[in-house]
């Protein structure tokens, strides 16, 4: 680098000796996920029937929802390509729970007549406590968390569930396509978990789900799932466990707020093998700046505790900080590098070039060639995992929703991941909240 600014002369403007620095920092982050993503093969679960069919239990912690988001996600549920006689669903809420608890005797109800098995447990706060104290997870005296963790833990404890049998967790909004039962199961023929991939149903909604839409199925389809040997982090819905395996690595730490890193890094520790099934759960994105900058900022706070876990080895915690780090540090390098960029480009078409090294060169045709590769990938991320109503959606869609317009999503970003970066040094704890829907 130093050579590339010395060969630009004494006087370099600010402008451009800041697009120097942000494409050698581009190139560091493409040549560090590139690498990664390239050493070992996805773990992709078969697109194919399982050869035996399972039980499975579906855990849907709520808090604080509306009777008609639960009835969705539950009708969503029994028209699965799969039994129904097999599928049994567990709505957990807290007894104090004011909304739920006007309703959930009715939903119960309803959901018998139409022929399903859906339960409801309210958490027992006394029985939670008595438990997680023999289970050495609580001292004496203490309160037990309320946390989606905690609900979680409390069900799993209380229920009597056969070891070959299958549990998968759902938010209330959680939808999946139709196959994704059948081919779960399928996936833990060969894995010891199965995840699905993500992206956002409600593109329609406003400009973040919009953005969200296209840059969480990219990331999903293309990052995450080159995570799939290790270390990895689960999705906080749309994973699959064997119940005998959850019960063997002790299932959810019940005072984790991002439950789904933590479950994630310790399956990896205990020699789980992950499967990516090629589905897309449908989740719903804040259609508020200042709630979807909460959410993304719990999100980011999840791996940090993580990124110094003495029980991972070097080389894992290598990729683990490449995968990390890597995808953050692109966002606060867009804040002064698309700027920095956009002014060389201004400068170039008004016929004021600055005069590019053969290095400098070089570095930019990489980091270009790299953009587009990655832009062809999301495309076709993309088109797998979001649905259109109409071909006037899909139209709007795509003009709001493009490689230009996913770097200002990569770049707003950098508020949650700041937030985030400023709380994890002052040692403040990851903190639960309700994410509006």
């Known amino acids: 680098m130093a050579s590339v600014l010395l060969s630009l002369g004494p006087v370099v403007p600010v402008a451009f000796a800041v697009f120097v620095f942000t494409q050698v920092l581009y190139l560091v982050v493409n040549l560090a996920v590139t690498g990664l993503l390239y050493v070992r093969p996805v773990n992709a679960v078969p697109d194919e029937p399982p ?4 039980p499975i239990n ?7 929802e509306r009777r008609e988001i639960l009835e969705e996600t539950i009708e969503e549920i029994f028209e699965q390509e799969y039994p129904d006689e097999l599928i049994h669903v567990h709505v957990v809420y807290e007894e104090d729970d004011p909304i739920v608890t006007d309703y959930v005797r009715d939903l119960e109800a309803w959901a018998d007549g139409q022929g399903w098995d859906v339960a ?3 958490v027992d706060r006394e029985g939670l406590r008595y438990y997680l104290q023999a289970d050495g997870r609580l001292l004496d005296g203490g309160q037990s968390p309320k946390t989606k963790a905690a609900a979680l833990t409390y069900a799993f ?3 009597s569930l056969s070891a070959d049998e299958v549990v998968t967790v759902y938010d209330s909004d959680t939808l999946l396509p139709p196959d994704t039962f059948s081919l779960a199961v399928r996936g833990l023929e060969e894995y010891d978990v199965v995840q699905a991939k993500q992206t956002v149903r409600n593109h329609a909604d406003g400009w973040l789900p919009t953005l969200e839409a296209m840059g969480i199925a990219a990331w999903s389809h293309v990052i995450y799932a080159s995570t799939s040997e290790g270390p990895y982090q689960l999705l906080g819905k749309g994973y699959f466990f064997e119940v005998g395996k959850l019960y063997a690595i002790g299932g959810w730490d019940a005072d984790e707020i991002t439950e789904d890193m933590t479950l994630g890094v310790e399956s990896y520790l205990n020699g789980y093998e992950l499967g990516v099934v090629d589905r897309y759960v449908q989740d719903l994105c804040p259609t508020n700046f200042a709630d979807w900058r909460r959410q993304k900022r719990r999100w980011v706070m ?4 993580h990124l110094l876990n003495e029980r991972l080895s070097g080389r894992d915690r290598v990729r683990f900080w490449a995968f990390t780090v890597a995808n953050q540090m692109l966002s606060l390098t867009n804040l002064i590098g698309v700027p920095a960029g956009i002014y060389v480009l201004w400068r170039t078409l008004g016929g004021r070039p600055f005069a590019f090294s053969t290095a400098l060169t070089v570095v930019v045709a990489l980091n270009f060639v790299s953009w587009l590769y990655y832009s062809l990938r999301t495309y076709a991320a993309t088109r797998d995992a979001v649905s259109f109503e109409s071909r006037r959606d899909a139209v709007r869609f795509y003009v709001l929703a493009n490689p230009f317009t996913q770097v200002l999503y990569a770049t707003i970003w950098v508020v949650p991941i700041l937030g985030a970066m400023w709380r994890f040094a002052r040692g ?3 903190e639960f909240e309700i994410t509006p829907k």
């Open 157 to 159: 404890s209380t229920l």
């Open 51 to 54: 050869s035996e069919l399972r």
């Open 58 to 64: 579906v855990l849907m912690a709520v808090r604080g």
């Open 120 to 122: 409801a447990w309210g």
């Open 302 to 305: 999840g791996p940090y505790k």
């Open 428 to 430: 403040e704890d990851v």
